[in-house]
């Protein structure tokens, strides 16, 4: 079930998304498209700036404007300013940017505050585009309440343990097949110093609703805990909300990675490409830069689903996704970009292009079924597909949910709430308090969100 909250409204929000953004804007620390909105043959696009998109920013001009004749205006920044730009622009409905990168977090709620634009009609029409293609997890994840779709997906993933064989083999060690969290710390413990400066495991602390509370949640859910239950009441003082997030807070301080208080993702990136680490619990997009030809560890992955406990599977689901403004001035012209942008067409030219390694996968049936791309990634393609297809937004855990979301509970506060919580157990992970201390500051910050959502 999907809810809006009662406190925040439609123009709350807006109100909000603005505010936020002032700062950044009078400090003009956001470059590209301008202050003029789309018109002609025209087209603005607001995105994050990952490796991906600057790769599809390269070759839009030579292959999609030389087609289409359609220009295209890029606005290119970082994940946090980015999610504020595009919350400001869309709440607003100011019409500057015809489409974003849109997260499936963000499209079912901007969806219910009708600042997109459905894609079902344009899906329909475009028959080259192969609608039924794209893995049904992603097509069901950026579908609103009204069962249309709002977005578009450019690449997705799950998550699962990446680890190093060779130093498995080394030590005697055998990776289980479906390994459970004890299974892991027990393997972390026994890895930890297997290499001078070695660490057993990478698990993210870095503060940040996306950064450890992504992953810290999905270990949650499995060992039976929930940010809030059916009814909206807070269970973050629950003893399997505690336990999970003392096992978290304990894998990490004793077997984890130096510095983990303020390592996220690409700071465990770069302890596995480096050797840093045995272990690592994380994205399966990984896997790509992992394999990478020039990568140090490329051959010595192997890979396993995302570790359990009281549930069959825990990997989460995560899409970078485009979304197209209600406000948009060239509807037409925004969705042949997000088609050609999200199609087979364009993960083919970045195969031929760049290297079957940088395709933006995760998305598309199709891709699995290449065999140039199966070859490629061959090491974690069938793991990642397997991770995706088996992901569940609408039930991760043991108990029922009042909102989707594996790695997030999908309503518009969270972002604010993930963030503080996410604070106190870095905290706890830096040794600056307990895991009771956090998680009772946490629980009274839930109980606020609850007070508006009870009784719905």
């Known amino acids: 079930m999907r809810t809006q909250s009662r406190r925040r409204p439609r123009a ?25 909105g789309s018109g002609g043959d025209a087209i603005n696009v607001l995105m994050v ?27 290119v920044l970082p994940e946090n300013d980015v999610r ?45 585009y192969d609608e039924q293609d794209v893995l049904k997890p992603m097509r069901e994840s950026l579908t609103g309440d009204d069962g249309k779709l709002y977005g578009q997906p ?35 413990a026994k890895t930890d110093g297997a290499e001078s400066g070695m660490k057993g495991i990478c698990l993210r602390g870095l503060p940040g609703w996306g950064e450890v509370m992504a992953p810290l949640t999905t270990v949650v859910n499995t060992f ?42 690409a700071e465990c990136l770069n302890n596995m490409t480096q050797g840093k680490v045995a272990m690592w619990y994380d994205a399966t997009s990984a896997a790509g830069s992992l394999e990478a030809a020039n990568s140090p560890v490329k051959g010595k992955l192997g890979y396993a689903p995302a570790p359990v406990e009281k549930t069959e599977s825990a990997g989460w689901l995560y899409t970078w996704a485009w979304g197209i403004q209600k406000a948009s001035r060239n509807p037409d012209k925004a969705w042949k970009f997000v088609s050609w942008a999200s199609s087979k067409e364009y993960e083919q030219l970045v195969g031929d292009t760049i290297g079957w390694s940088n395709v933006p996968a995760g998305k598309r049936a199709s891709t699995y079924e290449n065999p140039a791309y199966r070859q490629e990634a061959a090491a974690f393609q069938e793991m990642t597909k397997e991770a995706i297809e088996g992901a569940r937004p609408t039930d991760p855990g043991v108990q029922p949910r009042p909102a989707p979301g594996i790695q997030f509970v999908g309503i518009p506060e969270f972002t604010d709430l993930g963030t503080k919580v996410s604070q106190e157990i870095s905290a706890a992970i830096a040794g600056r308090q307990s895991v009771e201390a956090a998680l009772k500051k946490s629980q009274a910050l839930a109980e606020e969100i609850a007070e508006e959502y009870e009784g719905r």
Request: with cysteine; aromatic share 12%.
């Open 49 to 75: 700036n990952n490796p991906q998109m600057v790769e599809l920013q390269k070759l839009t001009a030579g292959h999609f404007t030389k087609e289409t004749g359609i220009k295209v205006n890029f606005t």
């Open 154 to 188: 450019f690449y997705g993933e799950s998550s699962f343990l990446m680890y190093r064989k060779d130093i498995f083999e080394k030590e005697g060690l055998t990776m289980p097949e479906h390994p459970t969290w004890q299974q892991v710390a027990d393997l972390a």
């Open 224 to 265: 039976g805990g929930t940010w809030f239950d059916k009814d909206w009441k807070a269970r973050l003082d629950s003893p399997e909300f505690g336990e999970a997030v003392k096992f978290y807070v304990d894998l990490v301080r004793e077997h984890g990675e130096s510095g983990a208080p303020q390592a996220g993702f």
């Open 12 to 36: 709350t929000l807006a109100m909000a998304a603005a505010g936020t953004l002032l700062a950044p804007l009078l400090s003009g620390c956001w470059v590209g498209a301008g202050g003029a």
């Open 84 to 128: 504020d730009k595009i919350s400001q622009d869309f709440a607003n409905q100011a019409g500057q940017y015809d489409v974003a990168t849109l997260s499936n977090y963000e499209i079912p709620i901007y969806a219910r505050n009708e600042w997109l634009r459905e894609m079902d009609s344009y899906a329909a029409k475009d028959t080259a």
